[in-house]
């Protein structure tokens, strides 16, 4: 068994792959304090640890903004909050026929899971009878696995979303309980922490993503980590901050991509079970060293546009997949 | 992005700003009249509907 004080990669690698061992936070803590030369073992440590626990397939994902703007919350990343003078401006639900256009496009895409999100603070009645319409709409029409994207949600609407056919929930925990207050004043944490704990409860698959480069510290992204433990996500959508126009954090720096790289590495190394998918702020934040995160750690990834923003072509990811030989497929957490 | 007489990015006057818009951004402003656009991105594309000339632009991917 490796040393853990004198090489704590390959311990790490060794407690995943050949004990199944989850690593402590303090490992964790450890690994985030090595130096930049160390990535490159981190990274492979990390591909490892997806392929013994994960295998080599990809899992594909659109998402589509089915209600743009005009949410009363403050989460201080976001355009389409009403509180900021942004450029994105309010628009009505999308309509039925609008939705399966958007899942169409989608499955032609290659993707297996399409995302309906929603700029509410939770979903109103006339939101949960679209929605109760539009999943098992969409599901029939193109075959795609449905999530949802809704905010907060209470335990009837968390049953009826399920019975509805809603494959996944996304609710982000965004950051650490510690540094939430910093970036959204309008719900708590806690609120947050109970949606998610509501969506397994009803056996939905949960999607609880993380926001990287708001200004937490290493500290409390290890404090995220074991949050995002007691959630039990299938899926980490994992967003580095993009800087919007308008935006209370509009003026913070991008991340850098040894850093972004660095902490794909420690979110599989921590989470080795999750579908751990690239989200926004991808293509800012690593521009053509993004191939550097699917052999780090990803094994997912949003294709296309995002909610408001520009992704790249989805041909580019696929060219990208092939070249690394990962088979595009449909992913479920290992249980 | 300045294609036309405003700014798609901020709207302002060609003259006054010659394309602030983000190669990660969809249009957000009316190249003819500089007023707002209704902007709706999905996974293949976007399109932007400006309601005062009667007019949608759309796109596809990150530039």
């Known amino acids: ?335 | 992005m300045a294609e036309g007489a405003h700014c798609t990015g901020c709207g302002r006057p060609a003259a006054e700003c010659d394309g602030c818009g983000r190669a990660s951004d969809p249009w957000h402003y009316c190249p003819a009249c500089g007023r707002w656009l209704a902007v709706q991105v999905t996974p293949a594309g976007w399109t932007a509907t400006c309601r005062t000339c009667a007019t949608t632009h759309r796109g596809g991917h990150r530039t």
């Open chain 1, 1 to 335: 068994m490796p040393d853990a004080l004198a090489d704590p990669i390959a311990a790490a690698r060794a407690a995943l792959v050949d004990e199944r061992r989850q690593l402590t936070l303090d490992e964790l803590a450890t690994l985030a304090a090595l130096p930049d030369a160390d990535l490159p073992a981190l990274a492979e440590a990390a591909h490892a640890v997806r392929l013994a626990w994960c295998g080599s397939t990809v899992e594909i994902e659109g998402i589509l903004s089915a209600k743009t703007g005009g949410c009363p919350e403050d989460c201080h990343f976001c355009s389409q909050s009403s509180r900021f003078e942004s450029p994105v401006k309010a628009l009505p639900l999308l309509t039925h026929d609008e939705v399966l256009a958007a899942a169409r496009e989608t499955a032609e895409l290659g993707a297996s899971e399409f995302c309906l999100v929603y700029a509410v603070r939770g979903p109103d009645e006339r939101l949960m009878a679209h929605l109760e319409d539009v999943v098992g709409l969409v599901r029939g029409a193109t075959g795609l696995n449905v999530a949802v994207s809704a905010g907060i949600l209470t335990a009837a609407q968390a049953t009826r979303l399920a019975a509805a056919g809603t494959h996944r929930y996304n609710h982000n925990l965004e950051t650490a309980r510690s540094f939430f207050g910093e970036i959204v004043t309008t719900h708590s944490w806690e609120e947050r922490f109970a949606t998610c704990r509501l969506v397994r409860d009803e056996g939905m698959e949960l999607c609880c993503g993380v926001l990287l480069g708001m200004g937490e510290s290493d500290a409390q992204r290890i404090e995220l980590i074991g949050q995002l433990r007691e959630v039990g996500p299938a899926e980490v959508p994992v967003n580095f901050l993009d800087p919007r126009p308008g935006t209370p954090l509009a003026d913070r720096p991008l991340m850098a991509a040894r850093e972004a790289l660095r902490w794909i590495a420690l979110f599989r190394l921590a989470l080795p079970d999750v579908i751990l998918r690239y989200a926004g702020g991808r293509e800012v934040t690593l521009g053509d060293l993004q191939e550097l995160g699917m052999t780090g750690g990803i094994n997912a990834l949003i294709t296309g546009n995002y909610l408001t923003t520009l992704g790249r072509s989805p041909q580019e990811d696929v060219v990208m997949l092939r070249g690394l030989k990962m088979p595009i497929g449909t992913l479920s957490k290992v249980i």
